[in-house]
């Protein structure tokens, strides 16, 4: 069962809740801030100092350890890269569940596999902590305005006590059922995003190939049956939005191995289920190929330098 619902608590609401944060990465770092400003004491942890004095800035307190920043927590948000980081944070004798108190409310909002969500979740269950999976969609952009989408998968109950603490970091809730479901639909939306970009890049270097402006051309599509976030907000054409990573070097924004990443374990899922994802397999081979072409750490609409070949701009 699915349900869509916004989120409309205030910020000015009572933030009695002590929250631990892990991981301010891109996404993590504004997501953070966003919690301080509202008003939550904050506690953070992240292997990199920087990232931890860029949030102190904002008032959020530094701990020399995640096991420090959970000391007292009634709230604990992670986000992290990948599967095997959020399991070994979580997991194992000397994992924060073992250092957390019954009634702690977990929420990972790192993308990564369902049965790794599940697995992490069960464990929670089983020391008196709640524990939801809820990755964004939204962007590096959407993390420093609080206007995310939470994805989640886990118990109503525990999505209710959440919902003051997702507010003041984004504008949309979707509960999509038990744990793991907010993962199975973050890949979902993933996939379909990647390949979207990919198909979006090409279709502007065809156009480009034939001597159209791709400003004029990406104008007329975002107007048109071919309109996407890719051609209205992230176009992955240099120069058609100025505040785009592609007008910016392909520098910022979502990075192609986090979104290979993502379709990789798309992949995985449809794999589990028997699911036939023909183009979402292909975008993952696109998005591979791109990481060996050595753009891995720009946008992932850096693609748009891999299908454009001689009719685009290559870097």
């Known amino acids: ?25 891109h996404m993590g770092g504004p997501m953070a801030m966003n919690l301080a400003k509202a008003g939550y004491a904050v ?8 990232a931890l004095e860029r949030a102190g800035q904002a008032g959020v307190m530094a701990a020399p350890s995640a096991a420090a920043a959970v000391e007292g927590a009634t709230v604990v948000i ?32 790192s993308t990564i596999a369902p049965a790794s969500a599940q697995r992490v979740s ?9 524990m939801l999976d809820a990755p964004v969609s939204g962007g590096t952009a959407g993390a420093a305005a609080g206007t995310l989408t939470f994805i989640v998968g886990g118990e109503a109950q525990a999505l209710e006590r959440a919902r003051p603490v997702l507010g003041a970091m984004g504008k949309n809730v979707f509960h999509m059922g038990g744990a793991g479901a907010g993962q199975v639909a973050k890949l979902c939306n993933n996939m379909a995003l990647g390949v979207i970009m990919a198909v979006t890049g090409e279709a502007l270097a065809l156009g480009v ?11 007329m599509m975002a107007v048109s049956t071919g309109r996407s976030w890719a051609t209205e907000v ?16 392909y520098a910022g924004g979502f990075g192609n191995d986090l979104m290979l990443k993502d379709l990789g374990l798309a992949v995985e899922a449809a794999l589990q289920v028997g699911a036939a ?36 701009p290559l870097g």
């Not at 506690?43 to 920087?50: E, Q, R």
């Not at 190939?209 to 990406?218: I, N, R, T, V, Y």
């Not at 176009?235 to 070097?249: D, L, Q, T």
Request: proline share 6%; with cysteine.
């Open 209 to 219: 190939s034939h001597g159209l402006d791709p400003q004029a051309l990406s104008a």
């Open 78 to 109: 992670s986000m992290l890269p990948a599967s095997r980081h959020v399991e070994a944070l979580y997991l194992g004798e000397g994992g924060l569940l073992s250092h957390l108190a019954a009634g702690t409310l977990v929420i990972d909002c």
């Open 122 to 130: 069960l464990a929670a269950e089983t020391r008196g902590v709640a």
């Open 1 to 25: 069962m699915s349900s869509t619902t916004s989120s409309t608590t205030s910020s000015t609401n009572a933030v009695e809740e002590r929250i631990a944060f892990i991981g301010l990465g």
């Open 234 to 249: 992230c176009n992955p054409w240099p120069g058609v939005k100025p505040e785009a990573p592609a007008s910016r070097g």
């Open 277 to 312: 994802v023909p183009l979402g397999e292909l975008a993952r081979n696109l998005y591979a190929l791109n990481s060996r072409a050595g753009r891995g750490r720009l946008d992932f609409s850096s693609v748009q330098q891999l299908v454009a070949g001689d009719g685009g």
């Open 43 to 50: 506690t953070a942890f992240d292997v990199s100092p920087a």
